[in-house]
């Protein structure tokens, strides 16, 4: 299992100095929108596995490897279907969750703050919850997910990154990190594969 052969200009950023979409072996990850992404643009003939394998990068900033196990079991879960015709975020949940993206019950502040923790710290981050231990009853009690997450996204700005949820449909809240270098590229993305995201702080 590979990631699509045709990945060069699947987004493109607008200014002369962006570095193109390439193949995966030719992939640097701290190339990947570096620059002032303003203007991005989805490539018209992209199709859905291509866009879930730049999705898959940028969810992944540093580790193109786990990028590409990623792909290789959203691959696997399609088992022959057409990606095309398929609900993307459905299959990627699987692959992702507590894996480069969190989900978690809209009340379960400790899941929430377990899952976020663990996911910063894939890049040797943490977070400050304002609290001694953030796995006290009584501060888990009164703490909302919203806020957590807003903490959690001012914190990662400040270190380059992004914190980002998705529309779940329910009573749940899920959503990955990316570098802040790569909100545009998301922006477009994310919506091209018929997901619904915004910035955790927004």
């Known amino acids: 299992m590979t990631p699509p052969e045709r990945i060069r200009h699947t987004v493109v950023p607008d200014h002369a100095d962006a570095p193109a979409m390439s193949q995966p072996d030719e992939f640097d990850p701290d190339d990947n929108y570096t620059g002032d992404a303003d203007g991005a643009e989805i490539d018209n003939d992209a199709g859905t596995e291509v866009l879930v394998w730049q999705l898959l990068l940028i969810i992944n900033p540093g580790d193109e490897d786990a990028a590409m196990q990623q792909f290789a079991a959203f691959q696997d879960a399609l088992d022959g279907s057409d990606a095309d015709d398929i609900d993307v ?17 809209e009340t379960d502040a400790g899941a929430l703050i377990e899952s976020l ?75 091209a594969l018929g997901i619904e995201v915004r910035p955790a702080g927004g």
Do not use: C
Request: no cysteine; charged share 25%; proline share 2%.
């Open 89 to 105: 975020m459905a299959l990627l949940e699987g692959v992702i969750d507590w894996k480069s993206a969190f989900h978690v019950e």
């Open 117 to 191: 923790t663990e996911l910063a710290a894939r890049f040797n981050l943490d977070f400050d919850w304002d609290v001694e231990d953030p796995t006290d009853d009584a501060f888990l009690a009164g703490a909302s997910t919203a806020a957590l997450l807003e903490a959690a996204h001012e914190q990662l700005r400040l270190d380059g990154y992004t914190l980002w949820t998705r529309e779940t449909g329910d009573d749940t809240v899920a959503g990955w990190m990316t570098l802040s270098s790569d909100d545009e590229a998301m922006r477009v993305i994310a919506p």
